[in-house]
């Protein structure tokens, strides 16, 4: 088996790589930091490939893909994992800051799934993993553009499961709520520490990454981690109101 993880150098990324690295498969690992990508990929040996990649850059984001299928074969898994996260009032954000945002974390995976979805479907088979957010389904003040584009992500992915299934193709949705990562660390920091969010239930990226591995195994539709807060996806507008009223002001 050949799996695909962007942004595999740190955080859940990272944990998914590692995951499918002790489970047998190839994995093939993307993202910029070199040196980290190949301290993970040392795990591997011959079956980790790591490509070295700007996924913002238009040029780099998908010039890869015959270079891995070459090195470790057809394409059977692509987490679609990279992702950027901007804590900020939206009018004081940079346009150029969100722009970049809504392309990585938005445009970057629905262009990477049609291109191995490409591959896979004429072969009958594959997993699309798309790595969303809670703030799909519970839009986080102060997090305007990152809700807006993991918004979009989950709900291309979520259509995307039935129209390809015909194909033998699967989707699985994945839901992070807070967990431990260079990411969740630098989101949290950017809020006034308030009682409401000091003690949120918090994963382990690598609970996460055995659920994720386990979901595609399984054909499951989605992952939402912590657990507790599967009860968002049912009662969205209970969840809303209450983070409307708990989130903690932004610092400045
Ligand atoms: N942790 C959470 O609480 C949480 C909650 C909900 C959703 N998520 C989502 O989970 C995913 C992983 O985040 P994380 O928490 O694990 O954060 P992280 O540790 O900061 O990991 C982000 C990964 O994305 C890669 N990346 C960023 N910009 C890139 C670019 N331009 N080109 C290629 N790769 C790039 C980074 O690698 P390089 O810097 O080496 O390029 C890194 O490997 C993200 O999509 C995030 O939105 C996380």
């Known amino acids: 088996m050949h799996v695909v993880v962007t942004g595999a150098s740190s955080g859940i990324g990272e944990a998914i790589a590692r995951e499918y690295l002790a489970r047998g498969a190839n994995v093939t690992l993307v993202a910029r930091r ?4 190949e301290r993970i990929a040392a795990a591997g040996a011959e079956r980790a490939h790591v490509v070295v990649a700007d996924l913002a850059d238009a040029e780099a984001a998908w010039a890869w893909i015959d270079g891995a299928e070459n090195a470790l074969g057809p394409i059977d898994v692509l987490v679609n994992n990279a992702g950027i996260q901007i804590v900020k009032h939206a009018t004081e954000t940079d346009w150029a800051a969100a722009e970049r945002l809504l392309h990585l974390d938005l445009h970057v995976p629905l262009r990477l799934t049609t291109l191995v979805l490409r591959r896979m479907i004429p072969r009958g088979t594959g997993t699309i993993v798309d790595v969303a957010s809670m703030a799909a389904i519970a839009p986080t003040p102060g997090m305007y553009f990152y809700n807006a584009a993991k918004a979009g992500l989950a709900a291309a992915s979520e259509g995307l499961r039935a129209e390809v299934k015909k194909h033998g193709v699967h989707v699985v949705t994945v839901y992070p709520g807070p967990v431990t990562s260079e990411l969740e660390a630098a989101g949290r920091a950017a809020y006034e520490d308030a009682a409401a969010t000091r003690n949120v239930p918090t994963g382990t ?12 195994a399984k054909k499951r539709p989605r992952v939402i981690y912590p657990r507790t807060y599967g009860f968002a996806r049912h009662f969205p507008n209970a969840t ?11 610092k400045g």
Do not use: C, I, S
Not at 240 to 250: C, E, K, Q, V
């Open 34 to 37: 070199k040196e980290h990508l």
């Open 205 to 216: 990226p690598e609970v996460l990454a055995r659920l994720v591995a386990d979901a595609v």
């Open 240 to 250: 809303r109101w209450a983070l409307d009223r708990l989130t903690p002001p932004l």
